[in-house]
């Protein structure tokens, strides 16, 4: 399943549509966020935390800010709803790194866990995983921070500087400077010509 399917919306329903019935307290419209957007979040967080557990835990932290702030402090549109859940995703993250919660997992091994259920093909995608992490692991980490929005998150480059809070030519810069070590990491191995 490619990432386009993932953000496919049922009957029309738009972004907005359905964060209004989730702020008027409707619980299977943040079931149907949750799944929505689950997969890019979760992911983008992945590859920037690096350890699944912790990802899976801020990830939760992010759909649980989501809902706080639908019932107290209502998006007010300034931004798209990608956006602002971007957002939200960036300060879950930046709050993990301020607070340096890291205790390793020596124990848990995730070639154990089960595969994923919406998976086509869980080794092809394993493998993609792991290749988009290790080249993502050669960037520096604003590069990382903004490929990883443009690639795993679908953002464009102007939901990635509204999220990240910087003008729209740093992030042409940091991607034009990540995917350019990608290539070049890429060329030297031999995988581009």
Known sequence: MDRNTLLEHPAGETDS???????NGDGSAFTQFMNRYRSPIGRY???RVRDRHQAEDITQEVFLRVLRAA?????????????WLFTIANNCMADHFRLKVRKP?????????PPEPAATDHTERIASD???EFLLDLLPDEQRQAVAM??????????IAEVLGCPLGTVK???LYGLNKIHEHLTRKGGVR
């Open 17 to 23: 549509e359905l964060l209004r019935r989730l702020i």
């Open 45 to 47: 967080v992945h590859s």
């Open 71 to 83: 019932q107290s402090s209502p998006h007010a549109g300034r931004a798209s709803v990608k956006t």
């Open 105 to 113: 997992l020596a124990l848990v091994n995730d070639k154990d866990d």
């Open 130 to 132: 792991d290749q988009t």
């Open 150 to 159: 443009k690639i795993i998150g679908g953002l464009t480059l102007a939901e």
């Open 173 to 175: 810069s940091r991607l």
